[in-house]
Structures are given as C-alpha cells and as structure tokens.
C-alpha cells in the first residue's frame, strides 16, 4: 500500500470516532438540545451545567480527533483519548446496568467507534515508514 493510500485509512479510522465524538456538542446550546440529544429533563441548573460541560468536552475530543485524522503527529494522544473515552463509558454502562434507550444509543456509538479506534492503534503503531500528513 502507497503512503497516501495508508494516510486515508487511518484518516476513516479515526474520522468515525471523532463524528461519533462531535455529536454531542449541540447539547452545550442548552437544556432543551440536552433533551433532544438524550430524551431526559434538563431543567435542573447543575445537571445542565454538567451536561453542557460533558458537550463541550465531547466537542475538544471530538476535534482532537478530526484534526488528528489528517495529522499523525496528533494520532497517538487522540487515539489513547479516544480509547479512553469509549472504554471507560462502556465499562461504567455494562457495570451499572439497567440503562435506558438513550444511553443504549451511545453504548452502540461507543461500540462502533472501539474497532475504528482498536484498528487506528494498530495501524499507528505496527506500520513502517514516515507518518504522511494528508493536508
């Protein structure tokens, strides 16, 4: 596989997670995008501080992702952060368990985000040659 080539398959590996990631940035606009995005009552002030607080954390990630699509020398922090994320949510739902339809949907985002990640990882760190930047 061409160098090039090799850049686009890391750039779609890591371009699912990070659309997955930028998601829920719209709930930082407020309480009733936090009820679009999850189907619950934001009308508390600390839980849509909270929220609105994860959105925007969601959005940095989400971008780190995006811009490190294109940048290797971002894709190893954006890949371990990535993990990070998606791991931890998975084990923290699986753990707790009785999870509702809204938090399922992520379950299932985050379920298909982790082979993009698994595989961006292993791409990342068993290919020879220079990393190539795309843009």
Request: contains cysteine.
């Amino acid at each position: 596989m061409t160098a090039p080539r090799r850049g686009w398959g890391m750039a779609l590996l890591l371009l699912v997670p990070a659309v997955i990631h930028l998601l829920p940035l719209s709930g930082v606009l407020g309480a009733e995008a936090l009820a679009r995005l999850y189907g619950m009552d934001f009308s508390n002030p600390d839980l849509q501080i909270l929220m609105r607080h994860r959105a925007v954390l969601f959005g940095l990630l989400g971008g780190l992702l995006l811009v490190a699509a294109f940048r290797p020398s971002l894709q190893g922090v954006a890949i371990v952060m990535g993990l990070g994320s998606v791991l931890s949510f998975l084990a923290l739902a699986l753990g707790v368990g009785g999870y509702g339809d809204a938090v399922g949907r992520i379950v299932l985002a985050d379920t298909l985000a982790l082979p993009c990640l698994v595989a961006a990882a292993l791409v990342k760190w068993r290919r020879p040659g220079p990393p190539v930047d795309l843009f």
